[in-house]
């Protein structure tokens, strides 16, 4: 047993049985470098990666693999997802050195941690002989490798606003860019298939969030189309769970057929926002089942007891990828009896299998109905009795062996679903889903704040690492919702103290963005700006989102300056390289049009509230309560006679209260 024996994050556990002497990430394997001088081997990953798996198996796990790396350098194990701010920095430095990056990292250090060469995954002669030759350069080559070292490291320590000429602009918003973005954008959809035009598919929420948004303030039906298209081709295809709910981490093809089958909490918690706000402007009742699924599986298998969320189940069953999730021809037979014909037809089912050695996946590119009609195989009983086949397999797979949870309660994707939930509860007005969201809200507030900070990571009853600016960003833009579905002023008062903290902790005023760690974390060998967006958007413009909200809810003008400040210098992105810039351009089109304050105040608050939530409005911000309160949207608002009342403000104007959701609808629109 190794030094991860102590550590509580499932992915360093997992290697704590191997012959290689890995050390987590510290002084003590810093020092040990630094007194033996040797080089560090850091190598990256997380417990739901695949590839990660099999580099262990066929490298970490061998006793005659572990002996070189043993002699030849220190090993560290690190969890990308527990230390966010060590992958970053590696990642970006073999993203320099020309290496397209990816999971598991394997970066080659000097002892002050400078990085020198990376790679990914490799099989294990390939490894051993890698090995072998990073030591000799470091002992025959040090003088080149120190050079290139530094090389990196300056590259590194690069502020990002001065590595991409951002800087504060006269440019306003505009509709006129708004569409440019969009063209730029569209060149790269697939307009058949759904998403981008390109293998592996990932969902990449923050793309379709903008599009609605465009869609909302232009009408132009094309960015409506690609949305519909993407989900619905999401939806039915076989990156979703047909059988158990939830979205898997991406596609391997482009017809988003064959998972890479790990499900992520970041994923499913932004994709219930998406079909929920989807679902809000199209009704379209496939996306609120996939929205009540979705929930049902999170609540099944991924909520702790304490009501926070687990972060990830892993690929990988019994050490082989997607084993929980397919099936043979053999097995649907005898499990679905006589459905299994139609069965069969609908889903493409061989004996050959439709994927791999035999194996089949369930995976359509329609809706069901639609599909079975076009088959030939739908009746009145169709519906019924293919809901009955799915629950049905759900029975069966159950007694399988699970694939791996990786038990951790990270802040930031917890932040993420807090949101998801509460715009699912907007969308369909399911009180479990609410009570739910407030449960996750007590959960973040009593186990992962303390004194206006933010714990990361939290796992048997401890809370550790420092947050994030990540944490703090998404978890603020959570209890934004959550005060949005319960008008519970505690909420907006956690906010602030939140948001507060970030800034008298994280904010750079030499460029107006906000550093990814806090100014007294650990001093690694760059300290970075999150600015762009990827799979989950760059903590900095979820941050932009959660200051304006806040800003404009709490009447504080500073919290919306930086917000526009931050937005305005990335205006060369985003008419530049929109692709990593999309929930930036979700906030430009918010700011392009006035926002709408929505305020309710008197007996009947909570249902006019759930009533107007039903409909898309993505610019608008709502407040209330039974009667008026200090927060300065509801000074001096009151019910009407006893009757509950709707303001509608814009730029802190506000017409004349009206006393039904229909008159407020048409104030708004």
Avoid at 26 to 41: F, H, Q, V, Y
Avoid at 610 to 629: E, Q, V
């Amino acid at each position: 047993m190794n030094k991860l024996a102590k550590e509580t994050s499932p992915y360093l556990l997992q290697h704590a049985h191997n012959p290689v002497d890995w050390f987590p990430w510290g002084e003590e394997a810093l020092e040990m470098a630094r007194t033996e001088n040797k080089p560090i081997l850091v190598s990256i990953g997380y417990s739901a990666c695949h590839w990660c798996h099999v580099m262990e198996r066929e490298c970490f796990e061998k006793e005659s693999v572990a002996a070189v790396m043993n002699e030849h350098l220190v090993c560290i194990k690190v969890d990308r997802e527990e230390r966010p701010d060590i992958d970053a920095i590696y990642m970006d430095a073999v993203h320099l050195m020309g290496v397209r990056g990816g999971w598991p990292l394997n970066v080659f250090l000097l002892p002050d941690a400078k990085p020198f060469y990376g790679v990914t995954y490799l099989p294990p002669q390939n490894w051993v002989q890698l090995v072998k030759s990073i030591r000799n350069a470091f002992e025959n080559h040090h003088t080149e490798l120190v050079e290139s070292a530094e090389g990196f490291a300056a590259s590194l320590q690069t502020g990002e606003a001065e590595k991409y000429g951002l800087s504060v602009t006269s440019t306003h918003v505009s509709v006129n860019d708004l569409d440019a973005m969009f063209e730029k954008l569209k060149r790269n959809f697939d307009t058949e298939k759904g998403g981008m035009d390109r293998a592996p598919k990932f969902p990449m929420p923050s793309i379709y969030k903008f599009l609605l948004r465009y869609y909302d303030l232009t009408q132009n039906p094309e960015a409506l189309v690609q949305v519909e298209l993407t989900l619905n081709r999401m939806a039915m295809g076989g990156i979703y769970d047909h059988v158990g709910g939830g979205w898997a981490r991406y596609s391997v093809d482009d017809e988003w057929f064959i998972p890479h089958f790990e499900k992520m909490l970041y994923d499913n918690a932004q994709l219930i926002s998406l079909y929920s706000e989807t679902y809000s402007l199209t009704q379209n009742p496939l996306y609120a089942a996939r929205i009540r699924h979705t929930y049902d599986w999170l609540m099944s298998e991924m909520r702790s007891a304490e009501g926070g969320f687990f972060s990830a189940l892993d690929a990988d069953s019994e050490g082989v990828e997607g084993k929980f999730y397919v099936w043979t021809a053999d097995e649907l037979r005898a499990v679905l009896g006589e459905n299994y014909s139609w069965f069969a037809t609908l889903y493409g089912i061989t004996d050959h299998g439709n994927w791999e050695h035999g194996l089949n996946h369930l995976h359509l590119t329609q809706d069901v109905q639609r599909a079975a009609i076009s088959k030939g195989i739908f009746d009145e009983s169709f519906l019924v009795n293919y809901e009955t086949a799915l629950q049905t397999l759900a029975r069966h797979r159950t007694p399988r062996v699970r694939p791996g949870l990786d038990d951790k309660i990270l802040a930031s994707w917890n932040g993420l679903l807090l949101k998801g939930l509460t715009d699912a509860y907007r969308a369909l007005g399911d009180e479990e889903i609410r009570t739910t969201a407030i449960e996750l809200g007590h959960f973040l507030k009593e186990k992962m704040v303390e004194n206006s900070q933010l714990w990361h990571s939290y796992k048997e009853g401890k809370a550790s690492v420092n947050g994030f600016l990540e944490d703090y960003a998404a978890v603020s833009e959570g209890l934004l919702g959550l005060y949005q579905i319960t008008f519970d002023e505690y909420w907006l008062s956690l906010v602030q103290e939140l948001l507060d903290y970030s800034l008298d902790h994280f904010y750079d005023p030499e460029d107006g963005f906000f550093f990814f760690t806090h100014k007294e974390a650990e001093n690694l060998i760059a300290r970075k700006k999150e600015l762009f967006d990827n799979v989950i958007p760059g903590s900095n413009s979820i941050l932009a989102h959660a200051l304006f909200q806040a800003g404009s809810l709490l009447d504080h003008p500073t919290y919306i300056e930086l917000a526009d400040g931050m937005l305005n210098r990335m205006d060369k992105i985003l008419k530049g390289e929109i692709q990593v810039a999309t929930n930036w351009a979700a906030f430009y089109a918010q700011r392009v049009q006035s926002t709408a304050e929505i305020v309710i105040v008197g007996p009947e608050f909570d249902e006019f509230r759930k009533d107007l939530d039903r409909f898309f409005i993505p610019t608008k911000l709502m407040a209330g309560g039974p009667d008026t309160s200090d927060l300065p949207l509801l000074a001096g608002r009151t019910a009407i006679n006893g009757q509950t009342a709707i303001y509608v403000c814009y730029d802190k104007t506000c017409q004349l209260p009206v006393l039904t959701v229909e008159e407020a609808l048409k104030l708004i629109q």
